[in-house]
């Protein structure tokens, strides 16, 4: 049974960092690609970012993010994190990660929730003007 937990959210001001980190209990933690995703209220899922599973040598962000955000895991310890940085309200969500059984997917379907098999219950992120 794969379990996700999110955690390192938390109230920041506009402009600071966070980094949110995923532990995932299970085995072959190294063989899920893995995925950021947010939501805010009223709003729909939004992709986030993106790691290719064992070494996790590719990466992709959404647009938004670029820049901003990073991405990275380390298989030792079955954890992927996601560093933010110059934070701005609109990126005030409930920040969730996903683990997707199938390596490498194209990047329209990187994007796609539906692709990912199992979910964090996320962690809540806000950013004050």
């Known amino acids: 049974q794969v379990q996700l937990v999110e955690s390192g959210g938390g109230l920041v001001q506009a402009g600071g960092s966070l980094r949110l980190s995923c532990a995932l209990s299970g085995r072959f933690f190294s063989v899920y690609a893995m995925g950021w995703f947010r939501q805010a209220p009223g709003k729909e899922r939004e992709f986030v970012a993106r790691i290719s599973c064992n070494g996790g040598g590719t990466t992709n962000y959404a647009e938004s993010m670029k820049g901003r955000f990073t991405m990275s895991r380390d298989n030792a310890k079955n954890t992927v994190y996601l560093q933010m940085n110059n934070l701005i309200p609109e990126d005030t969500a409930v920040y969730s990660c996903?683990?997707?059984?199938?390596?490498?997917?194209?990047?329209?379907?990187?994007?796609?929730?539906?692709?990912?098999?199992?979910w964090g219950q996320g962690t809540q992120v806000t950013v004050s003007s």
């Open positions: 996903a683990a997707d059984r199938t390596c490498y997917r194209s990047s329209r379907d990187s994007r796609n929730g539906a692709m990912y098999d199992y």
